[in-house]
């Protein structure tokens, strides 16, 4: 059955058109609160927020929805993601909803759900929630609306959760740390972590406005934080997205480290201690065929799954793994939480650069990646990976790359796009095998 309002992560999009009104938002909050309302106990839910100017909006809808169905509103203002996630868990609530787009900008919003056990919702239950959102809500009698309060300890509860990560001995003395929190849900979290475990902290992206998240700062826009560890002589630089549920690295020298060079470093650490569940890590398609080749070398594996970090969730927690992630960030380590979490995946960098003793550039140069290449071709109507022309032009891609490299062709499930990604030991068939893939797509279109 085909998902009419739920994507990969959640319910997303332009705030105040489609989905993304706060009339919608309150029939997802009815919705959801009737599906887990379970037992004859009182019913509660988690509600946190990143900081666009829209999220009160959808706040305030969210807390209508829930309580004119009888449950409970517990408000912590802007969090993580993963914060949320772990509140819900830990407050033995029933649900965890997080108001946010990620990375996206501030015209945009969403809705994350979390069940009980702080995990992602799984398709069957957002099938089953989308079945309700379009049938008319069960109201509760007048006695039976539930409360709404706001908690001020989230904050200080997330923080001592994050730095239980790393043991109780590592500090981070003498350590110059840039951290960029793209004017999102970390903006205070994260750099007191950091700071309270001893670090010199400079901040970046940490005034939101209300319509300054993820602009030129934060993971997806790295120009301001490589500039500021350089201007200031920085060990390191960490660059935070939106909801802070991505972590992306830069070395001291400016350099950009990804979640394929930071897992590899993590999933290292945990093999030599004898902490890494599963016998190697997950990621998607897309991480580079180097991470790939360097983890075969250790005698561990790479498990792939399609594109999101939810599908990695789902191969991590079938296959025993308590590592995994995603190229362009997401780090989940479920030893400490049971979903994305780059405020934690940037304290366990930051405590193997204490105890190597190198250079960030070192620390983090786990393998040599491959040269990979992704383009994006738009186009309308059907999709045109159907046409017979462009199928061919797959296959022979294939048939050349064989053995020396990996070819991706997707759909994005966010917009009109085919996504052509190809790697190989050869830089200049890699570039030539995308853009006949490309042609083909556009001409089809």
């Known amino acids: 059955m085909t998902r009419k309002f739920f994507g990969t992560d959640g319910i997303r999009g332009e705030t105040n058109r489609g989905a993304m009104t706060a009339a919608m938002a309150m029939r997802v909050a009815q919705a959801a609160g009737t599906h887990f309302q379970r037992g004859d106990h009182r019913h509660r839910v988690v509600i946190g927020k990143d900081t666009r100017l829209s999220g009160y909006m959808m706040e305030s809808a969210l807390v209508a929805g829930f309580t004119s169905v009888g449950v409970d509103v517990v408000m912590t203002g802007p969090l993580p993601t993963p914060a949320i996630a772990m509140l819900t868990r830990e407050m033995r ?8 787009a990620s990375h996206n900008p501030y015209k945009d919003n969403g809705i994350k759900l979390f069940g009980p056990d702080g995990f992602k919702l799984s398709d069957e239950a957002e099938l089953a929630i989308e079945a309700l959102i379009e049938q008319e809500p069960t109201l509760v009698p007048y006695h039976e609306i539930g409360r709404a309060r706001r908690i001020e300890d989230a904050r ?16 981070f003395d003498g350590l110059k740390v840039v951290v960029d929190c793209a004017n999102g849900a970390a903006y205070q979290v994260a750099p007191s972590a950091i700071w309270e475990l001893g670090a010199e902290v400079i901040t970046l992206g940490v005034s939101p406005d209300g319509t300054n998240i993820n602009d030129k700062v934060g993971s997806t826009a790295l120009d301001a934080v490589k500039a500021k560890v350089i201007e200031e002589g ?12 991505r972590l992306i690295v830069i070395d001291e020298k400016g350099q950009t480290v990804d979640g394929d060079q930071i897992m590899g470093l993590i999933a290292t650490r945990m093999a030599e201690k004898g902490e890494l569940s599963g016998g190697g890590l997950v990621a998607t398609v ?20 399609k594109v999101g970090d939810r599908y990695v969730l789902e191969r991590m927690k079938e296959g025993g793994f308590n590592v995994g992630g995603e190229q362009s960030g997401h780090m989940i380590l479920l030893d400490h939480g049971t979903t994305g979490d780059g405020t934690v995946a940037a304290l366990r ?13 070192e620390l983090l140069h786990v393998f040599d ?14 999709s045109p990976l159907e046409a017979e022309s462009v199928k061919k032009a797959i296959a022979d891609a294939e048939a050349e790359l064989a053995g020396t490299g990996r070819l991706v062709i997707r759909a994005s499930g966010t917009e009109p796009k085919i996504r052509v990604m190809a790697e ?16 083909a797509v556009r001409s089809a279109a």
């Open 369 to 382: 990646p491959v040269p990979q290449l992704l383009k994006n071709v738009e186009y309308e109507g059907s």
């Open 349 to 361: 960098v930051l405590a193997s650069l204490v105890r190597s003793g190198k250079k960030a550039s």
């Open 93 to 100: 609530a029933d649900l965890g909803v997080m108001i946010s």
């Open 424 to 439: 190989g030991d050869d830089a200049a068939q890699v570039e030539r095998v995308v853009d006949t893939i490309c042609d």
């Open 286 to 305: 897309m991480s580079n065929l180097g991470l790939e080749r360097y983890m075969e070398s250790l005698g561990l594996t790479l498990e792939r799954t």
């Open 156 to 171: 200080g509860r997330y923080i001592h959760a994050v730095k239980q990560s790393v043991s109780d001995q590592t500090r």
């Open 234 to 245: 920085a060990d390191i630089g960490i660059a935070l997205d939106g909801d802070a549920d």
